[in-house]
Nanobody
Framework: QVQLVESGGGLVQAGGSLRLSCKAP???????????MEWHRQTPGKQRELVAR??????QYVDSVKGRFTISKNNSKRTIDLQMNSLKPEDTGVYYC??????????WGQGTQVTVVT
Protein backbone atom coordinates (compact mmCIF):
# COMPACT_ATOMS: atom_id res chain seq x y z
CA GLN A 1 0.00 0.00 0.00
CA VAL A 2 1.29 3.44 -0.90
CA GLN A 3 2.14 5.51 2.15
CA LEU A 4 2.96 9.20 2.30
CA VAL A 5 4.76 10.40 5.40
CA GLU A 6 5.08 14.10 6.15
CA SER A 7 7.48 15.76 8.54
CA GLY A 8 8.90 19.17 9.31
CA GLY A 9 5.94 21.04 10.74
CA GLY A 10 6.16 23.08 13.89
CA LEU A 11 5.76 26.47 15.49
CA VAL A 12 7.57 29.48 14.06
CA GLN A 13 7.45 33.23 14.37
CA ALA A 14 6.09 35.33 11.57
CA GLY A 15 8.82 35.98 9.02
CA GLY A 16 10.52 32.70 9.78
CA SER A 17 10.97 29.57 7.69
CA LEU A 18 10.05 25.92 7.79
CA ARG A 19 10.78 23.05 5.45
CA LEU A 20 8.22 20.28 5.06
CA SER A 21 9.15 16.91 3.65
CA CYS A 22 6.98 14.14 2.26
CA LYS A 23 8.32 10.64 1.66
CA ALA A 24 6.78 7.86 -0.38
CA PRO A 25 9.03 4.94 0.53
CA UNK A 26 6.84 2.20 -0.91
CA UNK A 27 5.98 3.86 -4.19
CA UNK A 28 7.51 2.28 -7.25
CA UNK A 29 10.17 4.65 -8.55
CA UNK A 30 8.76 4.83 -12.07
CA UNK A 31 5.34 5.66 -10.67
CA UNK A 32 6.77 8.34 -8.40
CA UNK A 33 8.70 9.89 -11.29
CA UNK A 34 5.54 10.35 -13.34
CA UNK A 35 3.26 11.41 -10.49
CA UNK A 36 1.83 14.80 -9.79
CA MET A 37 2.75 15.64 -6.20
CA GLU A 38 1.06 18.35 -4.23
CA TRP A 39 0.98 20.09 -0.90
CA HIS A 40 -2.42 21.14 0.43
CA ARG A 41 -3.33 22.87 3.64
CA GLN A 42 -6.34 22.94 5.89
CA THR A 43 -6.73 26.18 7.79
CA PRO A 44 -9.33 26.66 10.54
CA GLY A 45 -12.76 27.42 9.16
CA LYS A 46 -11.73 26.95 5.55
CA GLN A 47 -11.75 24.19 2.99
CA ARG A 48 -8.56 22.36 2.22
CA GLU A 49 -6.70 24.21 -0.50
CA LEU A 50 -3.95 23.38 -2.93
CA VAL A 51 -0.76 25.24 -2.03
CA ALA A 52 1.77 23.93 -4.51
CA ARG A 53 2.03 21.30 -7.22
CA UNK A 54 4.92 19.68 -9.02
CA UNK A 55 4.56 17.42 -12.02
CA UNK A 56 7.09 16.23 -14.57
CA UNK A 57 6.69 19.41 -16.59
CA UNK A 58 6.28 22.33 -14.21
CA UNK A 59 5.42 23.69 -10.80
CA GLN A 60 2.41 25.71 -9.71
CA TYR A 61 1.58 27.74 -6.64
CA VAL A 62 -1.46 29.37 -5.17
CA ASP A 63 -1.13 33.14 -5.44
CA SER A 64 -0.86 33.66 -1.69
CA VAL A 65 2.44 31.76 -1.46
CA LYS A 66 4.12 32.74 -4.71
CA GLY A 67 7.61 34.06 -4.09
CA ARG A 68 7.67 32.63 -0.57
CA PHE A 69 7.21 28.86 -0.98
CA THR A 70 9.20 26.49 -3.16
CA ILE A 71 8.20 22.92 -3.96
CA SER A 72 10.88 20.48 -5.02
CA LYS A 73 10.89 16.82 -5.95
CA ASN A 74 13.70 14.32 -5.52
CA ASN A 75 12.86 11.29 -7.60
CA SER A 76 15.72 9.11 -6.41
CA LYS A 77 14.73 9.65 -2.76
CA ARG A 78 10.99 9.60 -3.46
CA THR A 79 10.51 12.84 -1.58
CA ILE A 80 8.92 16.19 -2.16
CA ASP A 81 9.79 19.15 -0.03
CA LEU A 82 8.07 22.45 0.57
CA GLN A 83 10.40 25.26 1.59
CA MET A 84 8.35 27.95 3.26
CA ASN A 85 9.92 31.36 3.81
CA SER A 86 8.56 34.65 5.11
CA LEU A 87 5.81 32.79 6.90
CA LYS A 88 2.66 34.63 7.90
CA PRO A 89 0.04 33.82 10.55
CA GLU A 90 -2.41 33.04 7.76
CA ASP A 91 -0.14 30.19 6.68
CA THR A 92 -1.10 28.37 9.86
CA GLY A 93 -2.79 25.05 9.26
CA VAL A 94 -2.35 21.35 8.71
CA TYR A 95 -0.31 20.62 5.61
CA TYR A 96 -0.99 17.47 3.64
CA CYS A 97 1.04 15.73 1.00
CA UNK A 98 -0.98 14.41 -1.93
CA UNK A 99 -0.01 12.13 -4.79
CA UNK A 100 -1.95 11.71 -8.01
CA UNK A 101 -0.81 8.92 -10.28
CA UNK A 102 -1.17 8.83 -14.05
CA UNK A 103 -3.80 6.12 -13.54
CA UNK A 104 -5.89 8.45 -11.38
CA UNK A 105 -5.14 7.02 -7.96
CA UNK A 106 -4.97 9.47 -5.07
CA UNK A 107 -2.96 9.15 -1.89
CA TRP A 108 -2.85 11.45 1.13
CA GLY A 109 -0.45 11.78 4.00
CA GLN A 110 -1.55 12.14 7.60
CA GLY A 111 -0.77 15.84 7.75
CA THR A 112 1.70 17.98 9.66
CA GLN A 113 0.81 21.04 11.72
CA VAL A 114 2.32 24.42 10.91
CA THR A 115 1.69 27.25 13.35
CA VAL A 116 2.91 30.79 12.68
CA VAL A 117 2.74 33.24 15.58
CA THR A 118 3.38 36.97 15.81
Amino acid sequence: QVQLVESGGGLVQAGGSLRLSCKAPRMILSVFNSNTMEWHRQTPGKQRELVARVNPDDTQYVDSVKGRFTISKNNSKRTIDLQMNSLKPEDTGVYYCHAVTTTGHNYWGQGTQVTVVT
